[in-house]
Every structure is written in C-alpha cells, then in structure tokens.
C-alpha cells in the first residue's frame, strides 16, 4: 500500500476481529495508521495484535457495556481521527410474529444503541480538535426489507437515520458521519436460518437478486476511504457496496 492517508491518525474500529471491521484495522494499518481495535472475541483479537503487532491496540468486551465504550475512548488517548462502527449481529430472519423480546434487545442494543454511544464518546475530541470522521456500517437491509429478519432490518433503517443526523448537526463543525451498505460479503457473520417462514419469504429474493459476494476488503477500501481526507466534502451519505444490488 503507497498510500498512507492515516500517518499520524488514530482511528477506532469495532468489531475488528473479523470480517469487514478486520478488514478495514489491516488497510488503515497498512496506510499507516494506528487503530483501536475493539470486539467481544478476545481470541480474534490476539490474533489480529500478532498479525499487526504495534500498530494495533485491542480492546476486548461487549459494546453494549457502557464500560467498554468509556474503555475504547481511553485507549485512542486525547485525539481521536476517525470511528468506524462496524460490529454488527444477525438476527436470523426472524418475521415480526416470531421475534423473541431477548433476540429484539440484544439485535437494537448490539447493531444501533453501542453505535450511539461510542459516536457520542467520540464526538467530544472531535469537537475540541474541530474534525473527525465517523462510517457507520449499514446493509442492504437498510434499504429493503427483502434482506434480513425484521429486527435487523429496523436496527440497520435506523443506523441510516442515525447516520443522518449525525451528519445533519455535526458536519458544520468539522466532522463528517456516513455509512457504507454492504451486501452480501464473506465473513464470519451468523446468517443461519432460524425460522421456515423468514427463509420461504427471504429465499426467493436472494435468488434473484443478490448479485455477488464480496470480499471483506472491498468493504474497506470504500470505509477508508470515508474515513481519509479524500472524502472531505462527503458527509450523510449512505453509499451502497453491494455490486449493484440497491440498484434493482
Ligand atoms: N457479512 C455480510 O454479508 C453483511 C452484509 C451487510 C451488512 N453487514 C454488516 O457488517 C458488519 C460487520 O459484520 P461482518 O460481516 O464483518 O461480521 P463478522 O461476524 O465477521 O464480524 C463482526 C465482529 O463484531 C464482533 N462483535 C459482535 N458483537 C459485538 C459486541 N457486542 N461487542 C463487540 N464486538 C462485537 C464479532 O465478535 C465479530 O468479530 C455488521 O454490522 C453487519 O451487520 C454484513
């Protein structure tokens, strides 16, 4: 990578143990950033710390602690660049009828609520410095509701709105919020089916529609990308990364 758009930067990254959130620690490491990386899976963590070594910081816990969220400000240190809120779980296709309150709760707290708290924390840096950039990872099922189950499908709406507003308040002040939607992509997430009637409804869709899976990296190059200076005049964007799914 010549590029190194994060030299002196200190980016945070959640869910950076795996997938699309691993991805995007190893490209802003390779630019030459350094980066907070958090996750509920310690073991992935080590894992990704002996393939980065110093460039890394782990945090490791659940997002929905408010304990870890004050934990992975502190360890970003006084100036924070950029946040890229990238845990996320599935909620297995779950239709309204069949959701369980626990499944519904865990879905909003993980996917949307961790999101606002760790943007909140960050955002107080970011104002004191006068800049920031902050991407969200939405989904497909942000604009759709042929994508996931019902409690996912609202969690990833409402990080779209989220994003939104973000961007509405803060980005005359310096910071910038957008989200990437992906589509499908190969990582470790839980897609398994959990009930007959979300697959019959859902399976059909996927078919038809669903045009490529992608790799994690393709992710997070349009993520560094938000998150570097070469975005400076994108903000409140919900950019698709889904091989033109959104378009059908
Ligand atoms: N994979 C896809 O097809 C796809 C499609 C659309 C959107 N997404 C979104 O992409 C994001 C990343 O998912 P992925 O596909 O890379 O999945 P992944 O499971 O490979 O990675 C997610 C990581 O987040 C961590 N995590 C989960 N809950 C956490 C919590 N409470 N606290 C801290 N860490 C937690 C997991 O341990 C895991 O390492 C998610 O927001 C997901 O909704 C994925």
Known sequence: ????????????????????????????????????????????????????????????????????????VDAAGDTIDGLANVAGIMDGFVPTAELQDDMWERVMAVNLTAMMKLTRA???????????????????????????GTAYTTSKHAVNGFTKSTAFFYTPKGIRCNAVSPGGVATNVDSTPQTAYGMERLGPFFQTNLPRTAQPEELAAVIAFLLSDDASDVSGAIIPVDGGWAAV
């Open 1 to 72: 990578m010549s590029s190194k758009r994060f030299a002196g930067r200190t980016v945070i990254v959640t869910g950076g143990g795996s997938g699309i959130g691993k991805a995007t620690v190893e490209r802003i490491v390779a630019e030459g950033g350094r980066v907070v990386a958090v996750d509920i899976s310690q073991e992935r963590l080590d894992e990704l710390a002996a393939e980065l070594g110093g460039a890394v910081v782990t945090v490791t816990g659940d997002l929905t602690d408010s304990a870890v969220v004050t934990a992975t």
């Open 122 to 148: 960050v955002l107080a840096p970011m104002l004191a410095a006068g800049s920031g950039s902050i991407v969200n990872v939405s989904s497909e099922a942000g604009h759709r509701a042929s994508a996931a």
